[in-house]
């Protein structure tokens, strides 16, 4: 495996989280027969191309013997790491119809809102 085939893996998983948030995918490195990658996702507007607010998530995809691949990701903050395909028993966690992910990337994102002061009313 390469860096890039990497890279492609991880942005075909994340492509299909959100068609609302932008991501970027970044190669962070390579030890043995696993290669680490970074994806910080935003939701830059027009107002504000520089977004206040990301969430990171940390994956690792591993080249397995038989030559495919095995891939793991967690989110910032957060040591619970998740398998593509099988993240967390869904009956006990599943906070709405949409995947755990989907859930975290929104909470993070639109909870920052909460955090950004108030602009005062105007007299």
């Known amino acids: 495996m390469s860096e890039l085939k990497g890279k ?11 068609k609302v948030y932008i991501n970027q995918v970044f190669f962070v490195n390579q030890m043995g027969n696993v290669w680490c990658y970074e994806v910080e996702f935003s939701k ?11 969430v990171k998530v940390f994956f690792t995809v591993m080249e397995t013997a038989d030559g495919g691949n095995d891939v793991e990701f967690n989110f910032e903050n957060e040591s619970l790491k998740h398998k593509e395909g099988n993240t967390m028993r869904t009956a006990k966690y599943e906070v709405s119809k949409k995947p755990i992910w989907q859930f975290l990337i929104n909470f993070f994102l639109k909870g920052m809102d909460r955090f950004r002061p108030r602009k005062e009313a105007q007299n």
């Open 8 to 18: 492609k893996i991880v942005q075909n998983i994340v492509d299909l989280w959100s």
């Open 44 to 54: 830059p507007k027009n107002q504000k191309p520089i977004p206040e607010g990301t």
